[in-house]
């Protein structure tokens, strides 16, 4: 599509020396059409006989409808006649529509009344576009009428956007089968409706000063999209958009932020109890082999290690500087960091825009930008990196090694990743807390995970995000090679609240941040438990080489339990070709049922169990593998365990791997089984059926968004 | 409102004497008159002369409909024009529709053309009738066109219902906001709206043949509501209901079945690995009290009992038999222990209606009812009753005695319940396997559990429901004394298909389950780990008295997330009083933000914790607290777990008892502190800020339906 950029151009020049902010009718068909958006033919008219002539051009029936900027809902104030078929009718509503706009708001001006073609009977959808304080550009798209108002059924995507996502959108709507020729009536134009959006998301990346943009309605019928109404809204003054290094700055800085050869802890202390002291420890005790320099002005020597007045005195090279200062303190000695070549300031200290002090943190990050430090936090209990053995916290020594990078905007939530990661073995490459996040932010750290050979998965919990479109382009290039989990906290109005008061975040509509993770192939969580438990899932689970997911159950109620999950969770039941049907059949008593979920019905020996394990696992048109387990004297739960173990095992010897999560029912012995299964990376829960089919549906909303399947 | 029965008793004779099914169009309109129901004005007419004259009559404009019982769809078929404003236009249409009609369908009956005036512009809604497999006669209300069909934006009710229901129906649906006058538009008469749905739920349960009723659509105006359209089926032939003991008779049976003096156990082995001998050990390693006898024709002493040949031969009463042997010799046994006057028989065997013996099952239940012995299961693993210290199963002896009751349909989610309420210190009174439900339902169970002492809350695993309406009405009246939770299991289609080859159950239509388990005042657990984590809940949370629920934290991030949660279920934050805020602040930092959540903040000292939750128990216009715990030195999970059960105790000893629920957030330790406030009788959770929240807000659900609140 080619796009008529000076025309725009010229009619944005003249409503921007007008001094006006919204476009006349006729400046907004012109953009259209500059832009390849159809529009009704239509002629502004100033008196009756002016309506009449326009009508007998454009051929009866016409519509009329008031033209004033200051009448947005035209409606409601009886601007628009409908359907008029004769010169008469045409000059009578004209004078009707000036009366009522007159008694609606006689201080309106209007600058007379459209008159427009009729269009035929069409689906009326309505496409949109916004300037979001966190993201940006929006494109929207939604039914028309009461349906987008009273049902809120609309999707959105950042702008621009591309063929393929505007296509999407027009299933994401819950009113997509009224696009398809609902009962009887003619599919609309899909190709043309999606050509649409995808056109008004280039016309307001290209013309930023449009901040709002409504086709309301657009006619879309089987052969078209017209836009039969068109409103524009300018902003030629946009927000500043946050300071961003280069890719390559952030991915240097990070490198030595998270990996540092040195560290210097501003503030050290030998006093227990002191934050700069339980973070000396922290380092020590957790085995840091790298340097550590104590910076305190009163002291030689601090556990053990010599001591500096100024990080200016250290004699080698600093990576990292950790803050255990007061606020107040901060801002000098970033300087002076700076001066020493440190890549990046940890500042656990509060006190900053979290309790009202946004002059305090504007100056920090003022001084850290012209100083050449990054800023992680403050208001932060610092941040692991476990393949270093680095605790750079005041929190405590932490040690569980593995493939999950996780980070909290909350000390809350980072001490809960903690609990959760060294209860349920979680092997973590880092935890990191972002705190306020005057400067680095989850984009950053994306950066520097993408590139990171020990983490595997990303898991992230966000308050708010600073720069929504950075986050968003990262997000979706990193999320084709490594899962990133998100928990969003602040969804609900009342927690947006909350986080408003707790970090001075400013939280956007949450349908947004939603439809903007699914763009970025961010795996959405919507509860702390389910960001941990995804986080540690995703890390365990191979990536399923296609749809088919086979239940194998020794209880037919958690088949039935199971197969709801595998609903909910947008996973589908592999449908048997006859000869499986027949190969699980000959494992399992002859009233067992047909089909799956494969139930091999309750009193089965371990034999049972194994051979079908085995026959499900070699199969290679079977991807993935739910089991649901119940406990009997025959199959104990830990028999259970070791034989689905072995045959994981032994089909992993053989190169085959496939995801297997695993429900058990059953008396407390489940709870040991399932620990023995987890520790041989099968993914089993105890007392639920949900959560192992929660967790396979992420692996498959990020496979199939990382366009693996 | 009064109904004219009569006439509509005369319109449904003649559709019977004449053979059909369905009603014209002149009897729909009868019958809806007779029930109070407005219908526009209109009349038949059989020629194109004949509609002119009847247009004159009513006026114009009018509409014309094609009137055929042949034709459902009038629209599709070019049945029906509308705003016909003069005697030559409704002799064309007449002739159009006529020809259309022919076209459509040239084998359909066409009776000739209805002229109806033409009503005013107004909100279209549906209101119809249908006949449930599971719960009979269902009125539902939805809004007009495709926001029904596409959308599924429609409720239901039992009929008949009354004016409380049909009113909350209204605001039910996604598109209430319509009914209210949007965007300017007259509100609709809400009452008149009601009263016809009430109307419509009272004509299909007095006349049982009415299986279908659809007005479609009804004209809801500011006046009131016309119902434009409306089509009625019959089925003079409607299916057997399910035999019901009276209450009297299944609480006396119940009684003797649940707390037995005397069982039998049919079957009984001294060979360790049958069925007959695990009953038999977990009778007496259960420590049950009465007196059990064996009944196995070829042994004189079972582990240490006297063996009886027969159960007839038993010297004394006995209250159930517990079958432990194969399905084909059941039948017979039944009638022996009809003869012996025992209450009910538990069935152990499986080998019926699960694996396709339908005729088995009814052959065990039609002796059953001749001999006047209930029937538990069969295709069960019993039950428990702790308070009689009675494991009448084959799993394993229990006992965690409380006061939850539970049942489940499938041997897996009982084992679960088993695990779980084990591990999690659960306290039951009861566990119940229900089987294929033969007979005993969980309608009889919860007429047992109603005025059992022992029983405080009701938690039920549901694959099915064989007698719906008995379940709602039992349901209805039992939640208002006891929470009553439900895991409806087989809530998806796939699910469905599950549970029908499982247990042959034919499950409803979910949204129908959930309208009814709102109208009984079931609480609806969606997953397993809920409806176990709810029923340990509400046994353990006193009944809130008041909506004001408070949120105090020591991580601002767990207030976010805990707020979040609140809105997911239906909690209210309470706003301060200028007073209440003042005094929390009292005791918090300076920076700590106003209002609630209370944020502590991080650092803070246990006396902070300790003051805080003071205030907040000792307020009385504060109903329930949340509690967001962050583990810090300071105040060490234990030391938290501590203070808060010494408060939380000392209010009770106060007489003061408010909901106390909290969400611990730290190192694995906090797991110890969860376990000591749980045996503290306060609900506390690690690493999940959702679900202690989700528990209080299923003990609010129950106290809002149990209109304690």
Known sequence: MSYDKTSVQAVLEQVRSDGRAALSAGEGQQICEAYGIATPQQALASSAADATQVAERLGFPVVLKVASNDILHKTDAGGVLTGLDSAEQVAKGYDTIMENARAYDADAHVTGVLVQQLLPRAQEVIVGA???????????????GVLVEVLKDITFRLAPTNA??????????SGAPLLDGFRGADPVNRPALAQLIENVSHL??????????????????????????VRILTDFEPAPTRYRPSEEEILAAMQRIMQPDAVAVIGASSEDGKIGNSVMKNLIDGGYAGEIYPINPRAEEILGKQCFKSVLDVPGEVDIAIFCIPARFVADVIAEVGQKNVAGAILIPSGFAEVGEHELQDEIVRVARESNVRLMGPNIYGFYYTPKNLCATFCTPYDEVGKVALSSQSGGVGMAIIGFSRSNNMGVSAIVGLGNKSDIDEDDLLTFFEQDPNTEVIAMHIEDLKDGRAFAEVAERVSKKKPVVVLKAGRTAV??????????????DDRVYDAVFRQSGVIRAMTLNDMLEFARGLAVLPTPKGENVVILTGAGGSGVLLSDACVDNGLALMQFPDDLDAAFKEFIPPFGASGNPVDITGGEPPATYKNTIELAL?????????LGYWHTIITPPMVFAELLSEAVEAARARGIEKPVVASLVGDVEVEDACRYLMKHEILAYAYTAEKPVAVLGAKYRWARSAGLL
Chains 1, 2 share one sequence.
């Open 130 to 144: 916004t300037t979001d304080p966190v993201f940006g550009k929006l494109v929207a798209f939604g039914l028309g």
């Open 164 to 173: 393929k996502h505007a296509a999407a959108m027009l299933d994401e709507i």
């Open 204 to 229: 307001v990346s290209d013309f930023p000063e449009i901040s709002e943009l409504d086709l309301n309605p657009v006619f879309a019928t089987s052969d078209g999209a017209v836009a039969v109404d």
């Open 495 to 508: 927690g947006a609240r909350a986080a408003n008061s707790h970090t001075g975040a400013l939280a956007g």
């Open 618 to 626: 070699n199969d290679d048109r079977i991807h993935s593998l739910i």
